[in-house]
């Protein structure tokens, strides 16, 4: 049995829980899905035969989805070996294949460490960074939504104080998710930020999203501004922040990549929050991003409502990707 049987199998199961997930999943990728599934069936169609002109084609389609051109090369090697080490001749047998080698990239022998880092004594301090428009902000407030729903006692913090508007919706998102928000108008982001970690110290909070500032254009003073954050966080808790998680828009496709490279030069990136991804029929940027880049997925925005935020699983998202095939 390969391993996309047994994704069937497992999400086939009665548990209503990870139901809702696997169609959270499944209605998300289904703008990927359809093209992508869709050509490579064609591409079946056309070449019943395994040829070096369907490996081309294949290569035309993986790039499109915007798995990296990178990652499609040495993917498409690895197809080449399987193919000529188990005498593979017909197309159609490459399909179980295919998908196997897919969760193989994303996996790569690591261990996956999908899972936010919480803390077993104190509050756990999360810093979001990323670029303006890729909905850092709304990130923070359906993760606030839902931690507190697991029971968890959650401050928001407004280390944004550069651009317009971001202070509002952070505090409006405090309203919906009943969380404490501090901020303060036109100061310091790193004095909001201290007044925050320091009342959630002292209170007893469990989990600190802090929000700043989407610049990329002066990386000298974006680093300056992170380390100044780090070590005013650093002083009042040791070793946070626990999280650093990078907002990227899935819809700016190869862009996105080329911020996480950027970002992960200014400071210590720990995961990345994919949003929009259900707005993108190119879902293969969560190889993309984990192949060209090293950093994990954490969590996958798949639509607008609060409960769309999945933490992230490789298996779901092979299998929401592929399960027409």
């Not at 994704?7 to 209503?16: A, D, E, R, V, Y």
């Not at 790193?190 to 209170?203: L, P, R, T």
């Amino acid at each position: 049995m390969g391993l996309f049987d047994k994704f069937k199998k497992i999400f086939s199961s009665n548990n209503k829980e990870e139901q809702k997930e696997i169609e959270v999943y499944d209605k998300g990728l289904e703008k990927t899905r359809k093209e992508f599934v869709n050509k490579i069936s064609l591409l079946n169609s056309k070449y019943k035969k395994v040829s070096p002109e369907y490996f081309e084609e294949l290569e035309e389609i993986l790039i499109m989805a915007d798995i990296g051109v990178n990652t499609v090369m040495s993917f498409v090697d690895r197809l080449k070996k399987r193919v000529k080490h188990e005498n593979i001749e017909n197309s159609e047998d490459l399909r179980e294949i295919i998908v196997d080698e897919m969760f193989i990239i994303y996996v790569n022998n690591s261990i996956m460490v999908n899972k936010i880092n919480f803390q077993s004594e104190g509050p756990t301090v999360i810093l979001f960074v990323g670029v303006n428009g890729v909905g850092k902000t709304t990130t923070i407030g359906k993760i606030a939504d839902k931690l507190t729903n697991e029971g968890k006692k959650v401050l928001l913090v407004a280390g944004d104080t550069f651009r317009a508007g971001a202070v509002e919706q952070i505090i409006e998102w405090g309203n919906r998710t009943n969380c404490p928000v501090i901020y303060k108008e036109d100061a310091d982001p790193s004095s909001v930020i201290f007044d925050g970690v320091s009342k959630a110290y002292n209170e007893n909070y469990d989990v600190v999203l802090i929000d700043t500032a989407g610049r990329l254009q002066n990386k000298d003073n974006l680093m300056k501004e992170l380390e100044k954050m780090n070590k005013v966080i650093g002083k009042i808790i040791p070793n946070a922040p626990h999280e650093t998680l990078l907002v990227i828009d899935a819809t700016t496709g190869q862009n996105g990549i080329s911020q996480a490279k950027e970002f992960k030069k200014i400071t210590d990136i720990t995961g990345i929050v994919l949003t929009k991804l259900d707005g993108t029929a190119k879902g293969g940027i969560v190889l993309a991003i984990k192949e060209e880049v090293g950093i994990p997925v954490k969590y996958v925005g798949m639509g607008e409502g609060a409960k769309d935020l999945q933490t992230f699983d490789i298996e779901k998202y092979i299998y929401g990707l592929f399960k027409d095939m």
